[in-house]
């Protein structure tokens, strides 16, 4: 409880510590009051003289602090006299806020609204403060005037916006044309009509993790891709990555989309307790590789 001694004013505390010295005075006065008989009972009475001193004197601290904190109370509560009158939401100052006949609280938002980059584009937008009833809004829309400067031109916006959708849109390859399915790049294969930008990010995701396509039909395991995209690719050459069974970690061996924690374990045992794996004849004896497994993974494994 010693820490609450820090919380008390000034005043106090060296109040408190003068109690404490002339109670210890007086306690000493007490304890040797045989041998100092004639001189304890002076101790004593000035020492309660001087404790109903600092009893009043804190007394006084008290009635004086809670007399200004009153004013002051009062002072922040007088209101502050409503003047509608024209104001821009961006520019409009904490004072002239208030005049609005809007709380502190709600002055202080705007302003902090401000200070973090908002901008009032709209008189719409003012609605959105924290704190502002929908009466008040509807009482200042009438008198809200955004200056030029923060409203936005719409017609500016507009063509740019339709510049900047013409120029986005690629060219669409025409019907006939195909595309080497392991080495097109995004841009190439936004060309092709019906993919556009995710697709083809996502094409090009799924073919690293794999090392690259070895069938064309692998495309479907790509979400949103249909059959029907196939016509338009080719398969130029076979996986250009593949998995190094006798080198390759954990982490490496399950990050491909034909394995798991599971099949890279098993690998990873089989190499800790009997060395190399030679082929894919000693990978089909374990009892994680299904025959669908063993016939996705063998054009993606490398036994070097």
């Known amino acids: 409880m ?9 005043s106090e505390r060296r109040a408190i510590i003068v109690l404490l010295a002339l109670a210890a005075v007086v306690l000493s006065g007490i304890l040797f009051g045989k041998r100092f008989g004639g001189h304890s009972s ?25 007399a200004d904190a009153a004013r002051f109370n009062k002072r922040k509560e007088e209101p502050v ?37 908002g901008v009032f584009r709209a008189p719409e937008a003012f609605a959105r403060i924290y ?16 200056s030029s400067e923060f409203t936005l031109r719409r017609d500016t916006l507009l063509f740019a916006r339709q510049e900047a959708k013409s120029d986005s849109v690629p060219f669409k390859y ?54 029907d995209f196939n016509r338009w690719f080719v398969l130029d050459e076979g996986p250009y990555r593949k998995l190094r069974v006798n080198r390759d970690g954990l982490d490496r061996l399950r990050s491909h989309p034909y394995m798991d924690f599971y099949k890279a374990k098993a690998i990873l045992e089989y190499r800790r307790k ?13 009892k994680e590789f299904s025959e669908a497994d063993i016939r996705r993974l063998s054009p993606y494994l490398s036994f070097d």
């Open 274 to 286: 009997r060395g190399r794996i030679k082929g894919m004849s000693q990978i089909e004896m374990f």
């Open 42 to 66: 002076v101790v004593r009475q000035s020492a309660s003289a001087e404790i109903d001193s600092f009893i009043a004197q804190i007394k006084d601290d008290e009635r004086r602090r809670f």
């Open 131 to 146: 704190g502002l009833a929908d009466s008040q809004f509807l009482a200042l829309k009438p008198y809200i005037r955004i």
């Open 81 to 117: 006299p409503v003047i509608l009158q024209p104001f821009d939401p961006n520019t409009v100052d904490s004072m002239s806020l208030r005049r609005l006949g809007l709380s502190a609280f709600v002055a202080r938002n705007v302003l902090r609204y401000r200070a973090s980059g």
């Open 2 to 10: 010693w820490k609450d001694f820090f919380y008390y004013s000034k």
């Open 174 to 227: 025409p019907e006939g044309t195909v595309v080497p399915l392991n080495k097109a790049d995004t841009s190439q294969l936004k060309r092709i009509p019906g993919i556009g930008s995710g697709l083809a990010r996502m094409i090009v995701a799924y073919r690293n993790k794999l090392g690259g396509f070895c069938r064309v039909e692998q495309l479907q395991e790509v979400p949103h891709v249909g059959p």
